[in-house]
T-cell receptor, first 113, second 111 residues
Framework: DGGITQSPKYLFRKEGQNVTLSCEQN?????MYWYRQDPGQGLRLIYY???????QKGDIAEGYSVSREKKESFPLTVTSAQKNPTAFYLC????????????FGPGTRLTVT | ELKVEQNPLFLSMQEGKNYTIYCNYS?????LYWYRQDPGKSLESLFV?????AVKQEGRLMASLDTKARLSTLHITAAVHDLSATYFC???????????FGEGTQLTVNP
């Protein structure tokens, strides 16, 4: 089955620790995205990548880092510099041909205390 | 900067009634997407609208796009409880492959 997987589903960390969220897709999509969603809010774009070894900052990139070494993988690191990291993180991918419909993974809920 | 506004943000309606959610956007685009999100879950794609006048229907939901007015509507016909969710529209702007999402409309359908 083709799809996007994110792991773990729930993640708990102490303040001051870096944490890496996994995102893998087997849809052969070129573009991948990371969003943050806070309770009752919409989606805010953190980073996106249209091609391997290249990525762009979104609207709220500060305190986050990414890599895109393989087409199918786009991990997100939440660093200790992110002031309020507790949130629901969603990864998405799109095919980038004609239009950019995005397909979403199940999400990772990160809690930092 | 592309802005996408939805209204209403909260909608409580009775089963069997009809209602429309509106999505306005600020710059030229002819590609618009509707998504559904259940509480605590991820986003599910509902409709992809790719041209002016596009209309798509699935069950009790119908989406349309008017690119001249920069407006999309999501019409709900004879609502049922299972439609309770948050609905997002997203617009494909001019800056590459990224989408800009609206704030979401939280729909509650009451028996």
């Amino acid at each position: 089955d083709g799809g996007i997987t994110q792991s773990p589903k729930y993640l708990f960390r102490k303040e001051g620790q870096n944490v890496t969220l996994s995102c893998e897709q087997n849809l052969n999509h070129d573009a991948m995205y990371w969003y943050r969603q806070d309770p009752g809010q919409g989606l805010r774009l953190i980073y996106y990548s249209q091609i391997v070894n290249d990525f762009q900052k979104g609207d709220i990139a500060e305190g986050y880092s990414v890599s895109r070494e393989k087409k199918e993988s786009f991990p997100l690191t939440v660093t200790s510099a992110q002031k309020n990291p507790t949130a629901f993180y969603l990864c998405a991918s799109s095919i980038v041909i004609q239009h950019y419909e995005q397909y979403f993974g199940p999400g990772t809920r990160l809690t930092v205390t | 900067e592309l802005k996408v506004e939805q209204n209403p943000l909260f909608l409580s309606m009775q089963e069997g009634k009809n209602y429309t959610i509106y999505c306005n956007y600020s710059t030229t685009s002819d590609r618009l997407y509707w998504y559904r999100q259940d509480p605590g879950k991820s986003l599910e794609s509902l409709f992809v609208l790719l041209s002016n006048g596009a209309v798509k229907q699935e069950g009790r939901l119908m989406a349309s796009l008017d690119t001249k007015a920069r407006l999309s509507t999501l019409h709900i016909t004879a609502a049922v409880h299972d439609l309770s969710a948050t609905y997002f529209c997203a617009v494909d702007g001019t800056s590459g492959s990224r989408l800009t999402f609206g704030e979401g409309t939280q729909l509650t359908v009451n028996p």
